[in-house]
């Protein structure tokens, strides 16, 4: 069974840092990126950040710069360090398998950015 949960989020204040962890089970971690997605209230989920399985990164244009993605094959395990945080990083953080074959979610981690 997949199994994607997702922890460390909080409520900081601006400027402030958050490092995200989600921890995957029931598939072959290594073959597969991984991604970052999020989604505030009343708005679509949008991607973050991918890892590829080769260790290749991407972000969407508004967290370059502040937020790094990374992975630990050995723990199954995919990070997100968010640095210099802003209200507008407010929402529920998923991680995700960039594969069709695994539409898994996990709940999500909450992070709060006050301003």
């Known amino acids: 069974e997949v199994q994607l949960v997702e922890s460390g989020g909080a409520l900081v204040q601006a400027g402030g840092t958050l490092r995200l962890s989600c921890a995957a089970s029931g598939f072959s971690f290594d073959d597969y990126t991984l991604a970052w997605y999020r989604q505030a209230p009343g708005n679509e989920r949008e991607l973050v950040a991918t890892i590829s399985s080769s260790g290749g990164t991407d972000y969407v244009e508004s967290v370059k710069g502040r937020f790094t993605i990374s992975r630990d094959n050995a723990r199954s395990t995919v990070y997100m360090q968010m640095n210099s945080l802003e209200p507008a990083d407010t929402a529920r953080y998923y991680c995700?398998?960039?594969?069709?074959?695994?539409?898994?979610w996990g709940r999500g981690t909450q992070v709060t950015v006050s301003s």
């Open positions: 995700h398998v960039e594969d069709y074959r695994l539409p898994y």
